[in-house]
Nanobody, 118 residues
């Protein structure tokens, strides 16, 4: 498994923006591009849900709730994946988790809290 560390969460007003970062510092640089990387979130009292994924083939996919507002991108050399979140809404409040899929071996970060005030 690959340890993941998220950062960038915090408190923001509705309509604002935040950028989350996730670093896989112990991943092998030459193979990082082969990992599927994703962001998930879990709001209090709700199940964890997909936010965005960046696949090894270069494709991205988003949860319906964030399409058009959030963007996932990665820097394979730095072993980083980012989530740019714009037009934030109170319902985006959740703990956001970074996820890596190494051909079926799944790792999770500890999460970073995003709170959007109305």
């Amino acid at each position: 498994q690959v340890p993941l560390v998220e950062s960038g969460g915090g408190l923001v007003q509705a309509g604002g923006s935040l950028r989350l970062s996730c670093k896989a510092s112990r991943a092998i640089t030459s193979t990082f591009w082969t990992y599927n990387m994703g962001w998930y979130r879990q709001a209090q009292g709700k199940q964890r849900e997909l936010v965005a994924v960046s696949n090894r083939d270069g494709n991205t996919d988003y949860g319906e709730a964030v399409k058009g507002r959030f963007t996932i991108y990665r820097d394979n050399y730095k072993k980083m994946v980012y989530l740019q979140m714009n037009s934030l809404r109170p319902e985006d409040t959740a703990v956001y988790y970074c996820n890596v899929d190494q051909y079926g071996t799944i790792s999770w970060g500890k999460g970073t809290l995003v709170t959007v005030s109305s």
